[in-house]
C-alpha cells in the first residue's frame, strides 16, 4: 500500500457542521501560512470571517479526521441554483498534483453539491492548487476545466513607467482618469457586463452575464476580504469627459459614462493584488489598460506597495501578452472548475 493510499484509509469523514471555528483553527492557521509563503498574500483575515460562519454551523463541507484529529475541510456556499466550492485544504497537502486527504474531501464534497435539489452550477477557483491536482475528483462529476494563471509584478525589479496622461491615450476623445467613488458602483457594473457577457469568462464566473450579478461580483471584492481588502485610494476609473456648452471638456461639470476601471485590493504589507481590469470594447487597443496598470504601479509603489497580482484566464491571450509585456511573470498555474448542468441538455 502506497503512503497516499495509507494515509486515506485512515481518514474518518464528518459532516463540517459538527466543528467549531476554534477546532478548525489550526488548520487554518497553516493554511494562511501557505497562502503567504506561496503567493504573497496575507488570509488571516479571510480565515477570521470563515471562523465566524463556522461557529454559526451553516456551511455545507466535511471535516477529514486522521487518528481522532482534523486533517482536512472543504466546504461549499449556496446561492439560489448555483454552488461555489469555498475551500479545500489539509495539512501538508496544495503543493504538488497529489493530494490524496483533499482529492477525498473533494469528492464527498462535489457528489454532495451537485445532487443538491435546485442546484443547476458549481464553480471553483481553487488558488493554491497547481493545475491538474483534483482534476480526476472534477472530472469523476462532470466538470469543465479553465487554465488559469495567477502573475505577479515585483515593482522594483519592473518600476512604473513615468506618468501617462488620459488625453495622451484617448482614442480621439476625451476621459478623465478618478479614484474610485461610491457613486462609480453602478457604472462599473454596466461596464463589467458589457465588457464580459460574451467573453470565455463568463463560462468560469456567470456573474458577468447580467448587470445584476456584475454588481453583486462588486459588492463582493468591495466588500468582503475573499480577494483582499478592498483599496479604493488605489482603484481608477476613466469616465468620458462632460462637455460643457463652450465645446470645451471639464471633470467639474460631473464627467460622462464609465469607460474602463481597474480595482485594487491590498492581500498584504506591500502587496495589492488586481481584482478587476476593463476597457470598453469601443476604446480597446488604444492602450488604456496599460495605462491603468502603470498608474496602478506608480500610486502602489508611491504608498509602499512592493508586487502587484492578477489573474487570467490562460486562452485569454490578448490579456496575458499585455501583462507580461507590463511586467508581470506567471508565478503559479491553476484551474477554474465549473459544472453547469443546463449546458448538458
Same mark, same amino acid.
Given at each position: 500500500?502506497?503512503?497516499?493510499?495509507?494515509?486515506?484509509?485512515?481518514?474518518?469523514?464528518?459532516?463540517?457542521?459538527?466543528?467549531?471555528?476554534?477546532?478548525?483553527?489550526?488548520?487554518?492557521?497553516?493554511?494562511?501560512?501557505?497562502?503567504?509563503?506561496?503567493?504573497?498574500?496575507?488570509?488571516?483575515?479571510?480565515?477570521?470571517?470563515?471562523?465566524?460562519?463556522?461557529?454559526?454551523?451553516?456551511?455545507?463541507?466535511?471535516?477529514?479526521?486522521?487518528?481522532?484529529?482534523?486533517?482536512?475541510?472543504?466546504?461549499?456556499?449556496?446561492?439560489?441554483?448555483?454552488?461555489?466550492?469555498?475551500?479545500?485544504?489539509?495539512?501538508?497537502?496544495?503543493?504538488?498534483?497529489?493530494?490524496?486527504?483533499?482529492?477525498?474531501?473533494?469528492?464527498?464534497?462535489?457528489?454532495?453539491?451537485?445532487?443538491?435539489?435546485?442546484?443547476?452550477?458549481?464553480?471553483?477557483?481553487?488558488?493554491?492548487?497547481?493545475?491538474?491536482?483534483?482534476?480526476?475528483?472534477?472530472?469523476?462529476?462532470?466538470?469543465?476545466?479553465?487554465?488559469?494563471?495567477?502573475?505577479?509584478?515585483?515593482?522594483?525589479?519592473?518600476?512604473?513607467?513615468?506618468?501617462?496622461?488620459?488625453?495622451?491615450?484617448?482614442?480621439?476623445?476625451?476621459?478623465?482618469?478618478?479614484?474610485? =467613488?461610491?457613486?462609480?458602483?453602478?457604472?462599473?457594473? !454596466?461596464?463589467? #457586463? /458589457?465588457?464580459? +457577457?460574451?467573453?470565455? @469568462?463568463? %463560462?468560469?464566473?456567470?456573474?458577468?452575464?447580467?448587470?445584476?450579478?456584475?454588481?453583486?461580483?462588486?459588492?463582493?471584492?468591495?466588500?468582503?476580504?475573499?480577494?483582499?481588502?478592498?483599496?479604493?485610494?488605489?482603484?481608477?476609473?476613466?469616465?468620458?469627459?462632460?462637455?460643457?456648452?463652450?465645446?470645451?471638456?471639464?471633470?467639474?461639470?460631473?464627467?460622462?459614462?464609465?469607460?474602463?476601471?481597474?480595482?485594487?485590493?491590498?492581500?498584504?504589507?506591500?502587496?495589492?493584488?488586481?481584482?478587476?481590469?476593463?476597457?470598453?470594447?469601443?476604446?480597446?487597443?488604444?492602450?488604456?489598460?496599460?495605462?491603468?496598470?502603470?498608474?496602478?504601479?506608480?500610486?502602489?509603489?508611491?504608498?509602499?506597495?512592493?508586487?502587484?497580482?492578477?489573474?487570467?484566464?490562460?486562452?485569454?491571450?490578448?490579456? =496575458?501578452?499585455?501583462?507580461?509585456?507590463?511586467?508581470? !511573470?506567471?508565478? #503559479? /498555474?491553476?484551474? +477554474?472548475?465549473?459544472? @453547469?448542468? %443546463?449546458?448538458?441538455?
Amino acid at each position: 500500500m502506497s503512503s497516499a493510499q495509507s494515509r486515506i484509509s485512515q481518514l474518518e469523514i464528518l459532516d463540517l457542521r459538527h466543528f467549531s471555528g476554534a477546532q478548525l483553527r489550526p488548520l487554518l492557521r497553516d493554511e494562511a501560512e501557505r497562502w503567504q509563503r506561496r503567493l504573497h498574500w496575507d488570509y488571516t483575515q479571510a480565515s477570521s470571517m470563515l471562523v465566524d460562519y463556522l461557529d454559526s454551523r451553516i456551511l455545507p463541507g466535511y471535516v477529514a479526521l486522521q487518528a481522532g484529529r482534523i486533517a482536512g475541510y472543504a466546504f461549499c456556499v449556496c446561492e439560489g441554483t448555483k454552488a461555489v466550492i469555498g475551500d479545500v485544504y489539509a495539512f501538508g497537502e496544495a503543493e504538488s498534483t497529489v493530494n490524496p486527504i483533499c482529492e477525498t474531501l473533494t469528492d464527498h464534497l462535489l457528489e454532495m453539491v451537485v445532487a443538491m435539489p435546485g442546484v443547476e452550477r458549481v464553480e471553483s477557483q481553487l488558488l493554491m492548487f497547481p493545475d491538474g491536482a483534483l482534476w480526476m475528483a472534477f472530472q469523476r462529476h462532470g466538470f469543465q476545466a479553465y487554465p488559469r494563471c495567477f502573475m505577479l509584478r515585483d515593482l522594483e525589479a519592473r518600476p512604473p513607467l513615468m506618468d501617462v496622461k488620459p488625453a495622451e491615450a484617448r482614442p480621439g476623445r476625451s476621459l478623465v482618469l478618478e479614484a474610485w =467613488r461610491a457613486e462609480f458602483y453602478d457604472g462599473a457594473a !454596466q461596464l463589467i #457586463h /458589457r465588457c464580459y +457577457a460574451d467573453h470565455m @469568462d463568463a %463560462s468560469i464566473n456567470d456573474q458577468y452575464r447580467t448587470v445584476h450579478g456584475a454588481q453583486r461580483f462588486l459588492h463582493n471584492i468591495i466588500r468582503f476580504p475573499g480577494c483582499g481588502v478592498f483599496d479604493p485610494e488605489n482603484s481608477w476609473v476613466l469616465r468620458a469627459a462632460a462637455e460643457r456648452t463652450d465645446g470645451n471638456f471639464s471633470k467639474a461639470t460631473g464627467g460622462g459614462s464609465v469607460e474602463a476601471v481597474l480595482l485594487s485590493s491590498k492581500v498584504s504589507e506591500g502587496v495589492n493584488h488586481i481584482t478587476q481590469i476593463c476597457v470598453t470594447p469601443a476604446l480597446r487597443d488604444h492602450g488604456l489598460g496599460r495605462m491603468l496598470l502603470e498608474h496602478c504601479a506608480r500610486e502602489g509603489a508611491r504608498r509602499g506597495v512592493r508586487q502587484l497580482s492578477l489573474t487570467v484566464t490562460e486562452a485569454n491571450t490578448h490579456a =496575458r501578452k499585455l501583462y507580461e509585456s507590463d511586467g508581470f !511573470q506567471t508565478l #503559479h /498555474r491553476f484551474e +477554474a472548475m465549473v459544472f @453547469d448542468s %443546463s449546458a448538458r441538455h
